[in-house]
Nanobody, 115 residues
Framework: QVHLVESGGGLVQPGESLTLSCAAS????????AGWFRQAPGKQRELVAG???????SYTDSVKGRFTISRDNAKSMVYLQMNSLKPEDTAVYYC?????????WGQGTQVIVSS
């Protein structure tokens, strides 16, 4: 069982930066896939960035070059550094941890990008 808690969301202006954090409790986190997803009003939840246990990383095209995902297995943490934020990045951001047959979600943190 893994419990996830996101933090770091907020209101920022276009072009600014935010760093989201996801704290995981429970054993075996280092073996889990970890990802950041987001859901904007009226839209489906989408994958933003993911990082596997071997360190391989993937990003959705719209955030490549602006967002960076990282993990610290010793601290059971996953981060999403978001730079050059745009209004279309506005969404609730969720952390996910998954292994072969189990998936866990955090409660989400709101990011609003507006002038």
């Amino acid at each position: 069982q893994v419990h996830l808690v996101e933090s770091g969301g907020g209101l920022v202006q276009p072009g600014e930066s935010l760093t989201l954090s996801c704290a995981a409790s429970g054993s075996g986190f280092s073996t889990y896939y970890a990802g950041w997803f987001r859901q904007a009003p009226g839209k489906q939840r989408e994958l933003v960035a993911g990082i596997r246990s071997d360190g391989s990383i993937s990003y959705t095209d719209s955030v490549k070059g602006r967002f960076t995902i990282s993990r610290d297995n010793a601290k059971s943490m996953v981060y999403l550094q978001m730079n050059s934020l745009k209004p279309e990045d506005t969404a609730v951001y969720y952390c996910k941890a998954a292994t072969g047959i189990r998936a866990y979600w955090g409660q989400g943190t709101q990011v609003i990008v507006s002038s």
